[in-house]
């Protein structure tokens, strides 16, 4: 039998010979029979594929798959349409840092990894949001005397520690005047000198200053420790209490658990979010910190997938990162420098004032930022970096100019010997009489200062300036800096959000611990510093602070190299990180209650 009379059979079709012999109606009444009879009709369904060709079934499959699709999507589309992607509670993250705790302790800590646990598990009576700006955070609001003296600072009500007693003034009386307390050998007692305390009530509590602050609200942001956990451990104890490595705090995250290895390092640091926190309660459930040694360790360990986000990457390890693809690089900006610091006691040819102009024509910033940071960086001119706290103003700039360079040192009597004044090699090194222009150049052992210390040289080589260049390990050079045993030095400074310049610039900070690094000596200058903390506007104290500025510009007391960015390279799973600008890299857990990982669809 052909296939068309296959077809015909099975949809009742009689043939021409039936149609001839009168048996058309026959075909028909059985044809309505197969139709109301629901075994008939599973039977002619069976016969459909042995009647059509592959093609024809995979055309049909396609059609009837289509239609099903179509159903189902319908209502998704819709569904999709209608509602809209929010943050849930719910999942985990992990990080690796640098570094390992020591005292994760408001009053004592020191390492990256011991601020990042103190910003996690502890918090204060203000701190800074996403754009920089200071907010209340403990405090729920405040009021400042008419002579500007008086701070009255208004608290929460219930909020609780971690191990769930309240949280009053007593205990933020406790923690200040344990700072206060020189026995207790916190580095945060030099906020708080001449600052006296009242307590009006239980949630009300006034700051007596002896004299006008205009940055004060910062140090309100200091981590407010219990008064019940730590007022009966004696000055002697207070760094080697079982609380600086298993903290309770009232922040965000509680400390869960500690992981050491065989040798008793600390490799990981569990936290669970805190459910009672007093503000927005925290999205991500559990947060898990690994420490590693140094910044390649930390690399070659994300390498191994064995966290999601990296606390810090510098430009260089950036590039030896596998599977970027997976992550998210923030570029946040912070107000921290750069430069070269000059000690005029230490070398005569730099304290002459045109040696220092013809070394800043001399220096390429630009190529710093693009040659060392891979670009992620903006170099600067001045000590208050102007793209974060001076948005519109115009400075003083020593633009690169290697020709005006070496104009100005051939006006003042310095000449190459060999070859020719105005060209340079390994024997063209500047003379005046007898006196060689050779000078020495001190920095971290660490790669980027490093590499930036080899660029200086060899920028200044093409201008007959010889550099020898002294790279020394953390605790030398902590040392050098002390005794300010250098010629020139290559470090950076960090200022607050709310730049106060006074213990780096003021000339009563020239010796240690002061960190006037380049014994800046100028009394216009100190007054500027002087009255600007004193002004508590904002507009007209960043007014005197850049007069001061400008002073600083025109006296060279240094070259002011660039700001690089903070590089937070995390998942692409994590959301809510919206940082603009932080005072340091454990700021960008500010407000990481408001991170989040899981998500759920509501209506909108």
Avoid: C
């Avoid at 819709?78 to 302790?105: C, D, F, W």
């Amino acid at each position: 039998m052909d296939k068309q009379r296959q077809l015909d059979d099975f949809f009742g079709i009689p043939s021409p010979e039936e149609n001839k012999n009168g048996t058309s109606n026959k075909k028909t009444s059985g044809l309505k029979e197969v139709l109301n009879g629901k075994n008939k009709i599973l039977t002619k369904l069976n016969l459909l594929p042995k009647v059509l060709s592959n093609k024809e079934r995979y055309l049909i499959l396609a059609f009837l798959f289509l239609i099903t699709g179509s159903i189902i999507a319908i209502p998704i589309t819709s569904y999709l349409h209608l509602t809209m992607p929010v943050a849930a509670k719910g999942g985990q993250i992990s990080e690796g840092v640098v570094g390992e705790p020591r005292h994760v302790n408001p009053l004592l800590y020191q390492t990256d990894a011991d601020r990042d646990l103190v910003k996690l598990i502890y918090s204060g009576l203000f701190k800074y949001n996403e754009d920089g700006k200071l907010v209340p955070d403990l405090a729920k609001s405040y009021e400042i005397s008419p002579d500007e003296l008086n701070y009255t600072v208004y608290l929460r009500e219930n909020i609780f520690w971690h191990d769930g007693k309240p949280l009053t003034v007593d205990d933020i009386i406790f923690t200040v005047r344990t700072a206060q307390n020189t026995d207790y050998g916190s580095m945060q007692r030099i906020n708080w000198q001449g600052v006296e305390l009242e307590k009006a009530n239980d949630h009300t509590l006034i700051f007596k200053l002896k004299n006008k602050y205009a940055q004060f609200l910062n140090n309100l942001t200091l981590p407010i420790m219990p008064q019940h956990l730590w007022e009966n451990i004696r000055p002697i104890n207070f760094a080697l209490s079982e609380l600086n490595l298993k903290p309770i705090g009232s922040g965000p995250y509680m400390f869960k658990k500690i992981q050491k290895d065989s040798s008793g390092r600390i490799r990981l640091y569990e936290l669970t979010a805190n459910q009672d926190f007093y503000s927005q309660e925290p999205f991500i459930e559990k947060i898990q910190l690994k420490f590693y040694e140094s910044e390649d360790a930390l690399v070659e360990a994300f390498n191994r997938s064995e966290f999601d986000n990296l606390s810090f990457i510098s430009s260089k390890n950036l590039n030896k990162i596998k599977f970027k693809q997976r992550l998210d690089t923030e570029e946040t900006r912070m107000p921290r420098y750069f430069g070269l610091f000059f000690n005029q006691n230490q070398s005569k040819a730099l304290s002459d004032k045109n040696i220092r102009l013809a070394l800043a024509h001399a220096t390429n910033k630009e190529a710093l930022v693009n040659n060392v940071l891979d670009g992620n960086g903006v170099a600067i001119d001045s000590p208050m970096i102007d793209a974060v706290f001076f948005s519109e103003q115009e400075t003083k700039k020593y633009d690169y100019n290697k020709d005006l360079a070496k104009e100005t040192l051939d006006k003042n009597g310095w000449n190459q010997n060999d070859p020719p004044a105005g060209e340079a090699g390994e024997n063209g090194i500047r003379i005046k009489g007898e006196e060689k222009l050779s000078i020495k150049l001190t920095t971290s052992t660490w790669p980027e200062l490093a590499e930036v210390a080899k660029q200086i040289k060899d920028q200044w080589l093409e201008i007959g300036v010889d550099v020898q260049i002294e790279m020394l390990p953390t605790p030398e050079l902590q040392q050098t800096i002390k005794e300010r045993d250098y010629q020139i030095l290559l470090f950076g400074e960090i200022l607050n959000l709310d730049p106060d310049p006074f213990s780096l610039w003021h000339s009563s900070q020239k010796k240690d611990p002061g960190l006037n690094l380049a014994l800046y000596d100028n009394k216009s200058a100190d007054t500027l510093l002087e009255d600007a903390r004193k002004t508590i506007a904002p507009t007209e104290r960043m007014k005197k602070y850049q007069e001061f500025q400008n002073l600083i510009i025109e006296d060279i007391p240094a070259i002011f190299l660039y700001s690089p960015y903070y590089l937070y390279a995390h998942s692409k799973k994590l959301k809510g990180v919206e940082n603009k600008i932080i005072a340091m890299p454990s700021d960008r857990l500010l407000n990481i209650e408001k991170w989040y990982v899981e998500t759920k669809r509501v209506w909108k």
